[in-house]
């Protein structure tokens, strides 16, 4: 979804996080490209302008050059403002015990006929209720036919409302639907090429006749900025609910979902995401931003930062926080407190993947094996003495047996932290600009333990 977009937006947070401290030309520079990017996606301009106002004020209120993890906290602040752009999500509601009538109106292949399919399907497996499609369509014969072939594929009620003469027949349909015992009633109407007026005149006398609960704009996202003209024209014509925006599997850029809410203030209630009937997702602006920052998933991503300041909080408390103030002095016993963060059993592999860019890096990586590696070393540092860890350089061929012995490890392994132990160090130095505030990224790089990504 969006990929384009999100590969932009990943990497240019990953790039800065590779410098550590942002400067006030870093963040202007982020923020021009910031724009460059959003306006490439075809985000509207007036959202664009917004976005990058905002985001520029946070980035001040928050003192983002003073802050001890600027990229964390400008991913956030570009994270919250995406989701305010894109609106509360609103959820679908049905009358209880009652008929809830839904219209679905749109241009010719937008997508209504398979998003009906797909709304009763959802209607039946998600909210336990019981759907019926009805074809209105009077400009395609073969539309109700279609209609009628995903009615039975996902077993819902059928009613076509299309007469022998290509009219609709409303008065029919109302007397069938009176006392019906469908709950919901998905309303497929016929779409033109483009917005004209004889086509919105229709639409208004349906909506007039029927009365639906909810009026829904099907909206291709391919079409990015025109699907925002589109919706703003139906809009002006009728009382629309809200949007589907459908094809957002597709190579879609973004910016019909980005720019959609703001500039029509109308909400979009779910995403299609592929031809099958189950492909339908309801909108979640969270996890919608989430996806496109790379973040895992959004709730996991807030839990687990959060998990890991309380736990470093706790280590600070037990006075056993990272001592070094410089590379050189990194030693294992500093190792050891960062293992002893996040080591509680398969915490590495979400806490990794739900990290910004996490998923990159978790490409190709076996977690268990992450896991595994992450209690061998811990053991392995836990077996060697104060000093030891403060001095790796002693441990010869018998200490380092005695070690393994004691973690139930092999020699090997020992050697093999030694060699990882030396490598970040390495690493350490070359983001020796990130040091310059005496801290070490609170979070081990993933390349230690066999990840991708930072090295
Ligand atoms: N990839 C993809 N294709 C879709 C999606 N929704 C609809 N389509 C395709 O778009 C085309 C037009 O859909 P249709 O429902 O007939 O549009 P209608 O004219 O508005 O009723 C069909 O080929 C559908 O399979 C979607 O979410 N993703
Ligand atoms: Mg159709």
Redesign the pocket.
């Known amino acids: 979804m969006f990929a384009d977009l999100s590969d932009k937006l990943v990497n240019m947070l990953n790039s800065l996080r590779k410098k550590g401290k942002l400067t006030k030309e870093d963040i202007d520079k982020f923020l021009k490209n910031l724009k460059m990017v959003l306006l490439a996606s075809d985000v509207g301009f007036d959202v664009v302008r917004v976005f990058i106002k905002d985001v520029r004020k946070k980035l001040e209120e928050a003192n983002i050059e003073k802050s001890i993890s600027p990229v964390d906290q400008l991913t956030k602040i570009v994270y919250d403002e995406m989701r305010e752009i894109l609106g509360q999500p609103v959820p679908l509601k049905l009358k209880p015990g009652k008929l809830t009538q839904i219209l679905l109106v749109?241009l010719?292949?937008?997508?209504?006929?398979?998003?009906a399919g797909k709304l009763a399907y959802y209607i039946k497996k998600k909210l336990r209720k019981s759907p019926i499609l009805v074809a209105a369509d009077t400009y395609r014969p073969a539309a109700a036919q279609?209609l009628r072939t995903l009615a039975n594929e996902v077993d819902a009620g059928f009613y076509s409302m299309v007469k022998e003469d290509g009219t609709l027949d409303i008065d029919g349909y109302k007397k069938f639907i009176r006392g019906t015992l469908y709950d919901v009633a998905i309303i497929d109407s016929a779409?033109r090429m483009h917005v004209d007026e004889e086509l919105m005149e229709e639409i208004k006398q349906l909506h007039e006749a029927l009365q639906p609960d909810y009026v829904f704009l099907?909206a291709d996202a391919m079409l990015g900025q025109e699907a925002v003209d589109i919706a703003d024209a139906f809009h002006k014509a009728l009382p629309i609910s809200g949007v589907i925006l459908?094809?957002?599997?597709?190579d879609t850029r973004g910016g019909a979902a980005l720019s959609l809410r703001y500039v029509t203030g109308v909400p979009i209630y779910f995403m299609?995401?592929?031809?099958k009937v189950d492909?339908l997702e309801p909108f979640d602006p969270d996890e919608i931003s989430a996806r496109i920052l790379d973040l895992g998933s959004a709730k996991a991503f807030m839990e687990r930062i959060k998990e890991l300041e309380k736990k470093l909080k706790e280590l600070e408390r037990k006075g056993k926080k990272v001592k070094a103030e410089k590379i050189e002095d990194f030693t294992l016993e500093d190792l050891l407190v960062q293992f002893e963060a996040i080591s509680d059993g398969d915490f590495v592999g979400g806490l990794l993947s739900s990290l910004p860019g996490g998923r990159q890096m978790m490409q190709g990586v076996d977690e268990e094996e992450m896991n595994t590696r992450l209690k061998h070393f811990k053991a392995i540092l836990q077996s060697m003495t104060p000093y030891e860890r403060k001095h790796p350089e002693v441990l010869d061929a018998s200490r380092k047996r005695r070690i393994a012995a004691g973690s139930g490890t092999s020699v090997q392994e020992v050697n093999q932290l030694l060699k990882q132990y030396k490598q970040m160090k390495k690493a350490m130095k070359t983001l020796s600009k990130m040091m310059k505030r005496g801290r070490f990224p609170s979070v081990i790089p993933p390349s230690f333990l066999g990840g991708g990504g930072i090295k």
């Open positions: 749109g010719q292949g937008s997508g209504k006929t398979t998003t279609q779409g099907v459908t094809k957002v599997d597709g299609g995401m592929g031809e492909a």
